[in-house]
């Protein structure tokens, strides 16, 4: 059930916000039966190999846990076929209590203008079927991801041909070993 929607403003992430990001991902992650429980540390390994591509929060005024309500990363992917300027979005993290009120749907869409303006060919996710087409993601057959079910790797053409080939995530996607 959707509850009312929260005023928020979306601004790149900046020095002294990684904390807040950390535990808003733990908790928006904790309890997602198809999480791997380490989306916090996802974040902080992208960003320390530099691979943050673009990284923006949400801030809602008067939220007693934090300004900072909701977050989103980019990151660059390959994909086999030498395909140049693809991006994976995600995570997404918004505090549990907060979800269905519109701060995650606004930070995807935000992401979204960003890359193009940025002139990204194309950017992709892990992510519901049923959620994310409504900004435009679709799952097509021709990009394939290892260890995921077909369906739930997504595709949001922004500019040229749809690539083909097996697509990877930033290196800090992988537990270090």
Known sequence: MR?????ITIRPESSGDEKVIFDLTEAAFREMPFSEGDEQHVINRVRADGQLTLSLVAEGADQPKSPIVGHIAISPVTIT????GWF?????????????????????TRAIADMRARGAKGILLIGSPLYYPRFGFEHVPQ???????????????LEGEMPRGEVAFAPGFTKPA
């Open 81 to 84: 076929d030498g395909a140049a």
């Open 88 to 108: 994976g979005l995600g995570p997404v993290s918004v505090w549990p209590e907060l979800h269905h009120r519109g701060i995650g749907g606004a930070l995807i």
């Open 143 to 157: 990009i394939t991801y290892p260890g995921a079910p077909p369906e739930v790797l997504q595709v949001l053409l």
């Open 3 to 7: 509850g009312p929607e929260i005023p």
